[in-house]
């Protein structure tokens, strides 16, 4: 059976646009908070493929999607290279032991003996493989290089990224030497995705606003060209999808150069802009302010904003960046439905 999701991001007739959300499990569903108490914490949930998937299904069967995005964080990756991660209350992701020197860098584990002790990710795709709808698409993904280096760098979500950009400026071949690590264990984590099952992949570039224009080929964009490349050789049948928020400014750039089917735009970004610089070359996603989610009267004008820009191929919706945890659940089902609605072909 064919997947509209991914028919979509492949610029095929749809019956009706298809829509996700991203970030759509978490904290704004009661049911998501049961199975994470039952979990002890976050991290927990990621380890336990069973659990996981639970939560990964949950938003298909409350609000309706039409894709499941794989229950898991960016930040395993730099986990299971060697980096110790916590998830604190109220302060997010820390590591440790954040890479400050070349020794550092050099303790890590690399490659695809990296990508390989993931084995909780693939074992809860292929139980979501067996568990998910058929005409329901699988989102796999990865931070991309730059956005997990940040982490790496400053041991946590930061406002300046200070750190790193004192490495991008100061001593740029350590960075490129990190950000050349993190690709490496990339491109086998999403090609061991996609044996496991995965029907899409995306790549989440949530820090790219902090690159300067002219150094974001650089330091992001060529890295996660390298992936798409590497995928699309061997599986030109699954669909990448590229998210690099707030570059609204950077598409003046046309940094359009790369093997990438979908490009999700933030919810800064004017769609008409996006449309009119990359709607040629790639299929849409996007791009509702979450917050709009707190009415549903501001949901369903800027749905229909959107269909008005966009009606036709070439778009998937969804909200411009992740869902906030006091969005009540049937505003989350109100804007499923109003994409679907205004999409629908006769
Ligand atoms: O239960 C909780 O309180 C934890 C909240 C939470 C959730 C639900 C975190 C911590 N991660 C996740 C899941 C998650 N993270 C998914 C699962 C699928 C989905 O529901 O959509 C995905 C795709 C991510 C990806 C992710 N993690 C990104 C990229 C996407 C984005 O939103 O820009 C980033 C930057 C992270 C890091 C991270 N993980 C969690 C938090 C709070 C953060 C951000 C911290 C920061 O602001 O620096």
Known sequence: MSKIFVDACFRKETPYTPVWM????????????????????????????????????????????????LFSDI??????????????????PVFDKPIKTEADLDALIGGEEAANKLTYVYETIKILKQRLPQDKALIGFTGAPWTLATYMIEGQGTKTYNLCKKMMYSNPEFLHKILRRVTDVVKFYMEKQIEAGVDVVQIFDSWAAAIEPSKYDEFSWKYMVEIAEYLKEKYPHIPVII???GIAAFIERGLVYG???????DWGTPMALAKEKLGEKYVLQGNMEPCRLYSKEATTMCVEAIQNIMGG?????????????????ENAIHFVKECQRVSKKA
Do not use: S, W
């Not at 199975?35 to 609000?63: M, S, Y």
């Not at 093997?259 to 735009?265: A, E, I, L, R, S």
């Not at 191929?313 to 659940?329: M, Q």
């Open 22 to 69: 991203m970030r759509q499990a978490g904290r704004y569903l009661p049911e998501y908070m049961e199975v994470r108490a039952k979990a002890g914490n976050f991290l927990n949930l990621c380890h336990n493929p069973e659990l996981a998937a639970e939560v990964t299904i949950q938003p298909l069967d409350i609000v309706g999607v039409d894709a499941a995005i």
């Open 259 to 265: 093997n990438f089917d979908v490009f999700g735009v």
């Open 243 to 245: 998210f690099p928020k």
């Open 75 to 92: 930040l395993v990756v730099p986990n299971e290279m060697g980096m110790k991660l916590d998830f604190l209350k109220g302060e997010g």
């Open 313 to 329: 191929t070439g778009h998937i919706f969804n909200l411009g960046h992740g869902i906030l945890p006091d969005v009540p659940v």
